[in-house]
């Protein structure tokens, strides 16, 4: 009887770190998806800014990081969530998000436009790029990369 208590405590100690893990979002399964989108939904670029700037909190989903960044003013209001992203909302968001500095244009009417010429100017995205292209995942990651090594390099 005894050996059948000392098992069950023992199984008990082995378990217990498996009950005490978070059972929250899966970001990997995220990020997976993301890179293979040909177009980043509004909700994943939410979730990936969010997500590299520590906005957002470990277990949202995508959806709750588009209506935090909506709240926190770095989201565009007026675009659904599984709608795809164009690349000058993108730099708005990344541009808000970031905190990255910016220029009169800018300061004088905060919008998509401005904050991709900010992005251009920065060579964070390349001048060749129209504004209403539709940004994949691996963009969308390689441009947030870009903004965050610019700023890591600009203090």
């Not at 770190?17 to 993301?34: C, E, R």
């Not at 209001?77 to 000058?88: Q, R, W």
């Amino acid at each position: 009887m005894g050996r059948v208590y000392l098992a069950a405590l023992g199984l008990c100690i082995c378990l217990a770190p498996l009950a005490a893990q978070d059972t929250g979002f899966d970001d990997n399964a995220v990020i997976d998806s993301i890179l293979a989108q040909k177009a980043i939904s509004w909700e994943n670029a939410a979730w990936l800014v969010g997500r590299a700037t520590d906005l957002v909190d470990d277990g949202a989903t995508p959806a709750d990081a588009a209506r935090k960044a909506v709240v926190a003013g770095w989201g565009p209001t007026s675009i659904a969530l599984e709608a795809p992203l164009d690349l000058k909302s993108y730099s708005y968001t990344l541009v808000r998000a970031l905190a990255l500095p910016h220029g009169l244009l800018f300061q004088l009417f905060p919008s998509p436009r401005y904050a991709l010429r900010e992005l251009v100017f920065r060579k964070i995205v390349p001048v060749t790029l129209p504004p209403d292209k539709q940004v994949s995942g691996e963009e969308a990651m390689r441009y947030l990369q870009a903004a965050q090594d610019w700023k890591a390099a600009h203090p």
